[in-house]
């Protein structure tokens, strides 16, 4: 979901705090105690002074490399007391992805994960491990990178039993590689890191990676100027540095999109044959070919996608679908159009074909069938221009394109083949929880549906055994639960990684939640989260009452890093969340309602919702109630702030990057379809009403 984005920032860097603190607190202190005549030109002297004050690189460790490494067991091994979790805690915990099965051997699994430096977390290092599944009971790990502080494995492909190749930035220039990682036969008997072999030395980072089926083709990505190769895009960014101008004209939207400026170079996929030389390295055969060369678009597109959803090879490998937006003009701003592109990349000189042109909203994240060369499934939506639109999956099978399960109405977020190319799994949001759903026969007029994975959390990152549909890696993680692993097999759950257990035993926080409704705006059903303190429901306990971003966006039954429930609720505070009228997950209409009325259904939901708390929870002290909210949570907040009927109910309110001047949205924010379809489908010149009804700064007291 968008929130809200503004396009500039400024912000005081800490070094200049640090040295005028020390350089001039002793002059000004004189000075205000001097004629007013003498304490002006002082403050000139002293701005100008402090705008040469250099930049400070970000504080590290004294020796950033493997020889401080400690892994969060180890430090919280050293902890002799249980304490209450802290913020602290959550962000030591380590971040595991991507769990995938061996392709020859699916009791063998290789997963991603990312670990703190501790226990100051200035610093990470992400690598790969492996795991022997063979009794689900008692897996055995072992670590296969070396961990160093500011490296970073990714995006990795099992090629076979000892094959990996993998992106990661461990070459001596430090820039994101393709790397190759052979695999002992007797994995287990070894006793240190294996040391990757460097497949390509870019002068450009390579962002993203993906590799056929065979292992005859890969596709990776760099940020290259549209009608410049990588060699010549480096080469000018080089004469660009060093000319000791960087003046850049911007003749077109957008000139900034998030955390960018888009000052000319654009992601381009690039595709390329590969094959083993004698040392059973993997090799370039090919100069590697820009599919999108001269073409002034992303794909992956900016900012968020990846090879991983936007990009696939066919059945044969000859074939490269991946998605772009079409337009290439200001018109981008305005538009959600995305469009999928296939080509044939074993004849030279083909250009990509659209096959989506006629829908001018988002098509997005083909996937071809594993069995079927001309098939393919990707996810669309149907209203231009709206984000929170919802997806549907939509099948394409060379000529024609039908949707699957039209009845639906939950948007459908990740879609993935099963490897005998005859069913599909679906990762979807559902009333505040993330479900995998399996679809079967999806070749009859009447595809089946079976839900695949237990409820009650969210699950993420399915990977399927190329042997047995039925057996799962999976991510999974829940209000009281943070994220792990998991193998799903005849049924039962496995776990696959340990690595936060000494954390989580040195550490405490609620162990329990329930979801609670009641009746909200227009008399409809609205959901909330509950979660009782750490210190239980016997005695009184103040109130963290949290308001979501989005705002089509739901709180949903996860864990979270940043906006975790238990962050509060081990400190002493029941949570209550409520997923008012524009959350998604509770049905499309549902999300669409808060279209146009940004102050009105949602505003009276949080009302409702914290007096059926109240009610329900006797416990709560509502005297001691403080609200937070970010983006859209953080907008309420002002809006709150506005109302003394709902403001009065709170000791404090708290603001994360929320809006206090709608006007100032319309004109700051750089995807402009998204201010213009939430008020309503107008600018502020058109309609300022539209802006202004809703607008914080006009209840000002």
Known sequence: MCSFRFILHFELPLCQHHRLVRQYIRPILFILLGALVVFIPSLTILLTKKSKCPSLPDPSPEA????????????????ESVHNLTPLDNLRMDRLSSPRFCPGDSSKIIYLRRQYHMPDINGSSTTLHWVDMSDPLSPKTIHLTRPIWGIHD????????????????????????????????????????????????????????????????????????????????????AKEKTSGSLVYKFDKLFIRHWDEYMTGPRHHPFVVSIQRDSHETFRFQSSPQDVLFGIDSDSPTRPFGDAKSQWSFSASGNSFAFTRQYDETSEVAWSTNLDIFTIDVSKPNIPPVCITRDNHAADTDPKYSPTDEHIL???????????????????????????????????????????????????????????????????????????????????????????????????????????????????????????????????????????????????????GWHVPPITGTSQK???????????????????????????????????????????????????????????????????????????QYPYINESRAIALGASYGGFMIN???????????????????GLFDMREMAYATEELWFTEHDSGGFTQYQNPEAYEKFNPINHVA
């Open 64 to 79: 950033w490399n493997a020889s401080d490494y400690e892994s969060n067991t180890d430090y919280y091994r050293k902890l």
């Open 377 to 527: 499934i990707y996810r669309a939506q149907s209203v231009p221009g709206y984000e929170s639109d919802q997806f549907k999956l939509k099948l394409y099978d060379g000529t024609q394109i039908k949707t699957l399960l039209n009845d639906w109405d939950q948007s459908i977020q990740v879609t993935k083949w099963s490897d005998n190319g005859q069913s599909i799994f679906l990762e979807l949001g559902e009333q505040a929880q993330h479900l995998i759903y399996q679809v079967l026969n999806v070749f009859t007029p009447n595809p089946t549906v079976i839900r695949r994975v237990a409820d009650n959390g969210s699950w993420h990152d399915i990977n399927v055994d190329p042997t047995d549909d039925q057996t799962l890696l999976l991510t999974f993680e829940n209000l009281i639960e943070p994220l792990n692993i998991v193998l799903q097999k005849n049924q039962l759950l496995f776990p696959v990684t340990t690595h936060n257990d000494m954390l989580i035993n040195r550490t405490q926080w609620s162990d329990s939640y329930e979801a609670f409704s009641f009746q909200g705006a227009r008399n409809e059903t609205v959901w």
């Open 541 to 615: 306990a103040p109130l963290a009452f949290l308001i979501h971003g989005g705002p089509q966006n739901s709180w949903y039954n996860t864990w979270g890093r940043g906006w975790s429930f238990q962050s509060f609720a081990a400190q002493g505070y029941a949570v209550i969340a409520i997923n008012f009228h524009g959350s998604d997950s509770y049905g499309q209409n549902f999300t669409d309602s808060i279209t146009g009325e940004y102050g009105t259904l949602p505003y009276e939901d949080l009302q409702l919702g914290l007096t059926a708390a109240l009610e």
């Open 154 to 237: 990714q995006q990795f492909y099992w090629i076979d039993k000892t094959t990996i190749l993998f992106l990661s930035n461990r070459g001596s220039s430090g820039l994101n590689q393709i790397f190759q990682l052979n695999l002992p036969v007797d994995i287990l008997g070894i006793n240190n890191f294996l040391e990757p072999i460097q497949i390509t030395d870019y002068p450009l980072s390579i962002d993203n990676l993906l590799v056929n089926r065979q292992a005859s083709r890969l596709a990776f990505s760099c940020q290259v100027y549209a009608n410049l190769s990588i060699e010549e895009t480096a080469d000018h960014q």
């Open 639 to 657: 809006w709150i702030a506005g109302h003394p009927e709902m403001s009065h109910r709170f000791r404090a309110l708290v603001n994360h990057d």
